[in-house]
């Protein structure tokens, strides 16, 4: 089919008299973007239905078989149940515990993509009527040649302005839909079927994050793929408390913006402080450097019990439900934002700003649903301006005297520490405050997550996790640190002068550290990973929650990664993309490599652009603190392109990895397009989605999982350098796989070479040449994109 002609029709009508009456303003705009100057061929799969991509799917999934970790034997779904599944039992309707655990893995990701696809027409919406339907998308101007590189090639569109992304938006707004129908009682039976629709949820995934954050960009003026995206601040130490404080958490920014526009108009931007907790803040820093990031999701009850804030202002995602109580605790005024997230409170959305500050002030109500970000806007600065002169005494940390005492009240039941995802030693360090020794208290601080699960199970009703906190209060001051706030896309430019060497292995790699700060042992492992990474000369991206957790932390000079490394998608480079939905700007690198490097056509292909990315990018996406639904459809998205996802222990939370077997050779053929022969590439990369016990584990992991099949013998010698360093300083050992990935001679490291020909010559080892690899059998690529 060839491209149609671009037709668009705007019509103004300032007054009409007709047969309906007086008609004033009416503004009508007819056509549809359909792309006469884009000279892509048209793909086989624009938008594509639940089994377009289902021979590509099951083609990953027959290297990557799901291993299930049921985290429960029944299933509780319908009124059948609960139905017994373990063994060779069946559900009354029939389903099967794989097939059971896959559907599970479905929900979530229904669930994550249903959120940043939600959001993600908020924003457009939101974004229309700030800057016009007509507003260009510009995620960097001559910097961006494909600005939309997963909505062209999923969708064959190429989005010019926001009115364009709606298309796109009921389109992926259908599909989930109908993925949901699929996990209905006495729908989908087989396990593999499931899993294909994961995959497909995880697409969907991506193209609404796509979508929200170029419709933000776009409006609200975020830095445009800017390698020198502002520093700003971060960390509670960084917070005047002075000053009327206003917190905002979530990840819809409306709110934010409405903040501090208000504040701008008013003069009155050196008088508040503007803190955020999770995505809302880093997009708050994005709009205006002047806001301030306190930290990730696990920051919500360390910060807010704090008393600084003077006035808590929530939208949606990622918020704690009990918000509202903690807020109560403190005497803050909480204002709700989200249809999604009313927490019962009254709609004071259709009162005047007047009445509504009055009421908070007063104390009437404890908190307001207002849906219009505007008039929520101007209510938070003006309630935190009235209030926080009488607020001041709440600002105080709970004394040592009250630590002694509190803490001698536990029994040593030991039900907290049973209670704790991450096993703290909560008892011990409760005995040593009671003594009047507070410093094994406080060195809980750094591995608590913030989840209060330790508070629920006491029955002293001791507020653990606050003397936690209040014992680290020296340490909190400190935190004091920078973020580079969120750039946005990649360049072309910066993709042109990677592609050759990370398509020949000799950038080693492209490590996406993204997700939820779920950490084992705190995020000075994540950051401790990525500054290792980058000096060992991988590019290493980030965003969200992670991307806070990376800039937490110092060397020894006081510099933060972000200080230390430059924020430019290139070698040694630390890049945060942004919040959650900036995501997409990952995925959407590694796909421009196949289009701005390769010029492979994006237009709706596919199965062709995985297969590219899969066989000869290497990446891998790395959620260390993988919590929440969004972060399984995340990684989903990722799954669909063929890029490997390593999770940190509570990753095994979600039910199923997909895990290569290196030993079945027959699994690791591919077929080479020089010589039209299936020939044997190695399990490169060995696993889709796996977790990892430990950081030491993962660094190791990850490191073998950038390595593919068309790497040239310098760039395979590179990743084996790396692979083997890291596996003797963090395991000891020089890993037994290490065969599997010499192809020829010329791939053995130099330094290496006596050791690991040694090594070679206890095996079976022989030569085996180095493919043209593609999964896609006998498949022929697509013609290049004219220039």
């Known amino acids: 089919m060839l491209p149609l002609t671009e037709k668009k029709i705007a019509l103004t009508i300032k007054e009409m008299e007709s047969g309906l009456g007086r008609i004033r303003d009416l503004s009508i705009s007819i056509g549809k973007l359909s792309a006469a100057d884009w000279t892509e061929f048209e793909g086989p799969t624009q938008y594509p239905s639940l089994t377009a991509l289902r021979t590509w799917d099951r083609t990953l999934l027959s290297r990557y078989k799901p291993f299930y970790m049921p985290f429960c034997d029944?299933?509780?779904?319908?009124?059948?149940?609960?139905?017994?599944?373990?063994?060779?039992?069946?559900?009354?309707?029939?389903?099967?515990?794989?097939?059971?655990?896959?559907?599970t893995v479905l929900l979530s990701a229904c669930i994550g993509a249903a959120t940043h696809t939600s959001h993600a027409r908020e924003l457009v919406t939101y974004a229309i009527k700030k800057a016009g339907r007509d507003c260009p998308i510009n995620p960097g101007g001559n910097a961006i040649g494909v600005e939309a590189p997963i909505i062209r090639l999923v969708c064959g569109e190429k989005p010019e302005i926001l009115a364009d992304l709606e298309t796109v938006l009921d389109y992926c707004e259908s599909q989930i839909t109908a993925l949901l129908a699929v996990t209905h009682t006495g729908q989908e039976g087989d396990p593999l079927d499931f899993e294909s629709k994961v995959l497909h949820a995880g697409m969907i995934d991506h193209v609404g994050m796509e979508v929200a954050d170029l419709a933000q960009i776009s409006a609200l003026g975020y830095p445009k793929a800017d390698p020198d995206a502002p520093l700003v601040a971060l960390g509670m130490g960084t917070v005047d408390t002075t000053k009327p404080v206003i917190l905002v958490i979530g990840h819809n920014v409306p709110p934010s913006v409405a903040i501090i526009d208000y504040l701008h108009n008013e003069n009155l931007s050196d008088h508040v402080e503007v803190t955020g907790i999770c995505c809302t803040s880093i997009?708050?820093?994005?709009?205006?450097?002047?806001?301030?990031?306190?930290?990730?999701?696990?920051?919500?009850?360390?910060?807010?019990?704090?008393?600084?804030?003077?006035?808590?202002?929530?939208?949606?995602?990622?918020?704690?439900?009990?918000?509202?109580?903690?807020?109560?605790?403190?005497?803050?005024?909480?204002?709700?934002?989200?249809?999604?997230?009313?927490?019962?409170?009254?709609?004071?959305?259709?009162?005047?700003?007047?009445?509504?500050?009055?009421?908070l002030v007063g104390g009437k109500l404890a908190g307001v649903l207002i849906l219009d970000p505007e008039k929520a806007g101007e209510v938070a600065v003006r309630v935190a301006r009235t209030v926080a002169p009488a607020r001041k005494n709440v600002r105080a940390s709970t004394d040592p005297a009250t630590i002694l005492e509190q803490a001698a009240a536990c029994t040593q039941c030991r039900l907290c520490q049973r209670a704790c995802p991450n096993d703290l030693k909560i008892p011990q360090a409760m005995k040593a405050a009671g003594a009047g020794d507070r410093s094994l208290l406080a060195g809980l601080y750094e591995a608590c997550v913030g989840c209060g699960k330790c508070e629920q199970a006491c029955t002293k009703k001791i507020p653990v996790h606050s003397l936690i906190v209040a014992a680290a209060a020296e340490r909190i001051k400190n935190e004091k640190f920078v973020i580079r706030t969120g750039r946005g896309a990649i360049q072309d430019i910066e993709i042109r002068n990677v592609g050759g060497p990370i398509v020949l292995g000799e950038i080693p790699g492209v490590i996406g550290f993204v997700g939820c700060a779920n950490y084992a042992n705190g995020g000075k492992e994540v950051a401790e990973m990525s500054v290792e990474f980058a000096k060992r000369r991988y590019i290493v991206c980030t965003s969200g929650c992670t991307a806070m957790s990376i800039g937490m932390y110092r060397d020894e000079e006081g510099k933060t990664p972000y200080e230390q490394f430059p924020g430019s998608f290139s070698a040694g480079g630390i890049v945060n993309?942004?919040?959650?939905?900036?995501?997409?700007?990952?995925?959407?690198?590694?796909?421009?490599?196949?289009?701005?490097?390769?010029?492979?056509?994006?237009?709706?292909?596919?199965?062709?652009?995985?297969?590219?990315?899969?066989?000869?990018?290497?990446?891998v996406g790395v959620a260390w603190g993988a919590m929440s639904q969004k972060a399984a459809a995340i990684a989903a998205g990722f799954w669909r392109l063929g890029i490997p996802v390593v999770v940190g222990p509570h990753g095994t939370k979600y039910r199923r990895m997909l895990l290569g077997r290196a030993d079945h050779d027959a699994d690791w053929y591919v077929h080479d397009q020089r010589t039209g022969e299936d020939v044997y590439a190695g399990p490169a990369p060995e696993h889709l989605f796996v977790a990892a016990e430990?950081?030491?584990?993962?660094?190791?992991?990850?490191?073998?999982?950038?390595?593919?099949?068309?790497?040239?013998?310098?760039?395979?010698?590179?990743?084996?350098?790396?692979?083997?360093?890291?596996?003797?300083?963090n395991l000891g050992t020089i890993p037994d796989d290490i065969p599997r990935y010499v192809r020829t001679t010329a791939d053995i490291p130099v330094t290496l070479k006596g050791e690991i020909t040694r090594i070679l010559a206890q095996s079976d080892w022989k030569e085996r040449p180095i493919p043209d690899p593609t999964l896609l059998s006998r498949h022929k690529p697509s013609p290049p994109k004219e220039r």
């Open 74 to 103: 029944l299933c509780c779904l319908c009124t059948y149940g609960k139905c017994d599944l373990t063994g060779t039992k069946k559900g009354a309707c029939g389903i099967t515990m794989p097939a059971q655990q896959s559907r």
């Open 283 to 359: 997009d708050a820093t994005r709009y205006s450097p002047r806001a301030k990031i306190i930290g990730p999701i696990s920051w919500q009850l360390r910060y807010i019990r704090s008393g600084i804030p003077d006035v808590i202002v929530v939208d949606e995602q990622c918020i704690r439900t009990d918000a509202l109580a903690e807020a109560e605790a403190i005497h803050a005024p909480f204002i709700a934002t989200s249809e999604k997230n009313c927490l019962g409170l009254p709609d004071r959305t259709n009162d005047t700003a007047d009445a509504i500050v009055t009421d």
């Open 577 to 619: 993309v942004g919040s959650c939905v900036a995501n997409a700007h990952i995925a959407g690198a590694t796909i421009k490599i196949a289009s701005v490097f390769a010029r492979r056509n994006l237009r709706g292909n596919y199965a062709e652009i995985a297969d590219y990315v899969h066989n000869r990018v290497g990446a």
């Open 694 to 729: 430990t950081k030491e584990e993962a660094m190791v992991l990850i490191a073998k999982l950038c390595m593919r099949p068309n790497d040239t013998t310098r760039g395979r010698a590179m990743k084996l350098t790396h692979y083997i360093d890291l596996s003797q300083r």
